[in-house]
């Protein structure tokens, strides 16, 4: 089992930044991909980014790409999203989500095992 729990999120204004972080206990970190994806009130969960175990591989959707960027420390069992330049459209719930075995993992929610409670981030314009 794998407990993941978020913190960071916050209320700021469009052009800010924030950094969320996932901390991960309960198995090997180490082996699993992490990600995050986000739901805004009314909408579906989608995909922000993914990061492998060696941290050499990620993946991020285009409404995100180049403004936020996904790390992790093994060492530390935690996982992070810097987010910078935000939008208003960036308001939503982000969870932290972990795969259960070793393997790539992509954007489909399915391929993930493992879910945290969720942040809250608005962003006001």
């Known amino acids: 089992q794998v407990q993941l729990v978020e913190s960071g999120g916050g209320l700021v204004q469009a052009g800010g930044s924030l950094r969320l972080s996932c901390a991960a206990s309960?198995?090997?970190?180490?082996?699993?991909?992490m990600a995050w994806f986000r739901q805004a009130p009314g909408k579906e969960r989608e995909f922000v980014a993914t990061i492998s175990w060696s941290g050499g591989y990620t993946l991020y959707a285009d409404s995100v790409k180049g403004r936020f960027t996904i790390s992790r420390d093994n060492a530390k069992t935690t996982v992070y999203l810097q987010m910078n330049s935000l939008k208003p459209e960036d308001t939503a719930v982000y969870y932290c989500?972990?795969?259960?075995?070793?393997?790539?993992?992509?954007?489909?929610?399915?391929?993930?095992?493992?879910w945290g409670q969720g942040t809250q981030v608005t962003v006001s314009s």
């Open positions: 309960g198995r090997t970190f180490s082996s699993s991909f």
């Open positions: 989500a972990a795969s259960g075995s070793s393997g790539y993992r992509g954007a489909r929610l399915y391929e993930y095992d493992y």
